[in-house]
């Protein structure tokens, strides 16, 4: 292997500059077109607009579509779902992960198989029967608040509890803290949703089907079975002489698992995270079936009513503009992280 | 062996690790499917949404009438489920055939030692695959218009140079009914969209395969290279009997995994075909996600979610049996 002759050095240079330009197309077309001031229909292929301008930006930020929604809001419907149900997956994944990886019980391969065989089911195939069930879930907006407030008022003990625990055993490590005050922190979320929606009062109903806890509820119950798997087939690759080494010194199981196996686990935790997260950022299916009233919507669901079939009268520069957006805070990360990423991807994909 | 000495000592922790995920997934995953299996047994419609008004049990008239393309129950125009399923499975197939074949050739262009600018084209290849499947669908939508669309005044861009007609390249890319190429299934000829989803897939496809692909060259040990050179091996032979054998313990899997992705990509016919040409390019999941969500036959979309679910559980069966196949390759 000695130094490359010129003229394969030019063919392949040739070749992979035809692919570079395939590849960027789509990308500089959309970013050009967002860019431009002009919003009707091209008929020449314009890469580079003459005269550039945010304005497009300016109009998706401050309100996208002509439904009375700010652009702020379906941000925020659409981080609080994608962060929750990403967070509630892992909180309620990880410890079955750890019992898969390391007990053996009664009715382990049996649920385990129960959890693969749920990774196989497309996530739309699980969406009706809970639109129909979640859907008979009607109540008032006090009631939520209320329930909410039990909520909170329970999470904020256990987890605090838990930390008190934890400090006074001098046992609190970084990631103990982490865990706690990332519960103390859903807890804190759940008291100001409760404040919030005790303070609308008993006229106003409210059906769990119609309101984005149903659709994370639904996002949570198809996430967890990838979750479960993609943590325990990293647990498994976690020496288990550490944890009996942690025994040996008087450890308790749970001990060992905050203390010896969590911290472990953090990076691929994030990992798992952020992957849950990217899906659910962009979930359309759950929360176009469920959803109705717009000040819930989404930015997925905004991005194809711009696009879509109701989409006729709205100018393709705004659509550019607005996809850039949507897929930006995805594309920095996922490029950030990618060589993590895509070996966890493996990772996972060939354990299944 | 190690599991059991746990088994003795552990006691009722595994319980209670194992108890609040179960709670949880008995309460919102394993009651809907039961209740999902129910509802595939009755003529479950808009009306029976209220409790006081249950459906009624039919039996399996659902299954039936969705295998027999029965368009009485499934009222979709057009509706044929082998030719659904024909053409999910044979999309799947193609467009992972096609980015797997350019992705491992890519990479082994991007492997060869002192080609230029190597690590800029590394950058630039992985941009397809970070930008959210929604976002990348809607915009090759977009580019696929058949009058304003970027591809076809493209088209017409390069053209011109070789003084082509513009006329020649307003391709209806999503819309035609023409099947270009009807030799290669002649009792189901693949339309034009089926090719646009194609080209995107691929598009979106490739630069994953080729960022495992390049990982697995750079664990090839260069050593083994030099010894075929000095046995004086010309650069196909080591192609051949180095690089291909030893990618494919890594490429196998990934080609699986890619497989079951591909087969089940309800974006790409929710948001780019819509179907069209008359349902031509539909995939199983599309059809599941229109019954619920355009057609309101709950009854009906649950024992298809059913049949879905099979269809799925086979195909990783079958894949899953190919890896193993190939996987006593290497041993």
């Known amino acids: 292997m000695n130094k490359l002759k010129l003229k394969n050095q030019l063919s392949a240079q040739l070749l992979l500059v035809i692919i570079t330009i395939t590849v960027m197309f789509p990308i500089v077309y959309i970013l050009g077109l967002s860019i431009n001031p002009d919003g009707r229909r091209p008929s020449e292929l314009v890469i580079f607009p003459a005269k550039p301008t945010l304005a497009n930006y300016a109009q998706v930020l401050d309100r996208p579509t002509a439904n009375p929604v700010s652009f702020s809001q379906l941000l925020s419907n659409s981080l609080m779902l994608s962060t929750g149900s990403a967070a509630m997956s892992l909180l309620i994944g990880v410890f079955a992960a750890y019992a898969f990886s390391r007990f053996k019980f009664v009715g382990r391969s049996f649920l385990m198989s129960a959890v693969l065989g749920l990774t196989l089911l497309p996530s739309v195939a699980g969406l009706l029967p809970l639109f129909i069930l979640l859907n008979r879930i009607r109540t008032n907006a006090a009631m939520v608040g209320v329930a909410m407030l039990v909520l909170a008022i329970l999470a904020i003990v256990v987890f605090g509890m838990f930390l008190l625990s934890r400090i006074r055993n001098r046992e ?14 859903i807890g804190a979320l759940l008291l100001y949703g409760g404040i919030i929606n005790f303070a609308k009062g008993a006229e106003e109903e409210f059906i769990l089907r119609n309101s984005l806890y149903g659709v994370g509820i639904t996002m949570i119950s198809g996430g967890l079975p990838f979750t479960i798997w993609y943590l325990k087939g990293y647990l498994d690759t976690i020496p288990k002489e550490l944890e009996e080494a942690a025994r040996i010194d008087g450890a308790s199981f749970n001990q060992t698992f905050f203390l010896v196996v969590l911290p472990l686990a953090v990076p691929v935790l994030a990992i798992r995270f952020f992957l849950s997260f990217m899906g659910d950022w962009t979930e359309f ?38 996809s850039v957006v949507v897929a930006l805070p995805i594309a920095v990360v996922y490029a950030i992280f990618q060589k993590q990423i895509v070996g966890g991807l493996t990772l996972g994909g060939v354990k299944g | 062996m190690r599991g059991s000495s746990n088994a003795n000592s552990a006691g009722i922790w595994p319980y209670i690790f194992v108890l609040p995920t179960f709670l949880v997934m008995g309460l919102i995953t394993f009651y809907p499917i039961f209740f999902n299996v129910w509802m595939s047994f009755t003529n479950f419609q808009l009306a029976n949404i209220r409790l006081e008004n249950p459906p009624e049990f039919i039996g399996l008239a659902n299954y039936i009438g969705i295998l027999n393309n029965d368009i009485a129950v499934v009222k979709i125009a057009d509706f044929s489920f082998w030719k659904h399923l024909f053409f999910n499975i044979w999309w799947a197939v193609s467009s992972v055939f096609t980015t797997l074949i350019a992705g491992i050739l890519i990479a082994i262009v991007l492997n060869v030692e002192g080609l230029w600018f190597k690590k800029v084209y590394r950058v630039m290849f992985i941009l397809p695959m970070v930008i959210p499947n929604l976002v990348v669908n809607t915009v090759w939508r977009n580019m696929f218009d058949p009058t304003s669309g970027a591809i076809n005044l493209a088209l017409m861009a390069i053209g011109s140079v070789f003084g082509l007609p513009r006329e020649m390249f307003e391709i209806n890319w999503l819309g035609s009914i023409e099947h270009p190429i009807g030799l290669l299934f002649p009792w189901q000829p693949m339309p034009v969209t089926y090719y646009a989803m194609l080209i995107s897939n691929f598009w979106r496809g490739w630069p994953w395969v080729t960022v495992i692909a390049t990982g697995a060259l750079q664990s090839i040990p260069k050593e083994l290279y030099e010894a075929a050179s000095i046995d004086g091996a010309t650069g196909p032979q080591k192609l051949w009997s180095i690089t291909l054998p030893l990618l494919r313990p890594a490429m196998v899997p990934a080609a699986i995994l890619s497989y079951n992705w591909t087969f089940n990509l309800l974006d790409i016919a929710y948001f780019l075909t819509g179907g069209q040409p008359f349902h031509e390019t539909e995939l199983l999941v599309s059809i599941l996600f229109r019954l619920v969500n355009e057609q309101r036959l709950y009854g009906v979309a649950a024992s298809f979610a059913v049949i879905v679910f099979i269809v799925s559980t086979i195909m990783f069966l079958l894949t899953n049996r190919i890896t193993r196949a190939t996987e006593s390759y290497d041993s």
Not at chain 1, 172 to 185: C, R, Y
Not at chain 1, 302 to 317: D, F, K, M, R
């Open chain 1, 172 to 185: 609190a490590g970084g990631w103990t803290f982490v865990f706690g005050l990332g519960g103390l922190l």
């Open chain 1, 285 to 322: 299916y759950i929360s176009w079936q469920f959803l109705t009233d717009p000040k819930d919507y989404t930015l997925a669901m905004t991005l194809w009513n711009i696009v879509g079939q109701y989409a006729a009268n709205i100018s393709w520069n705004i659509f550019a503009a607005y």
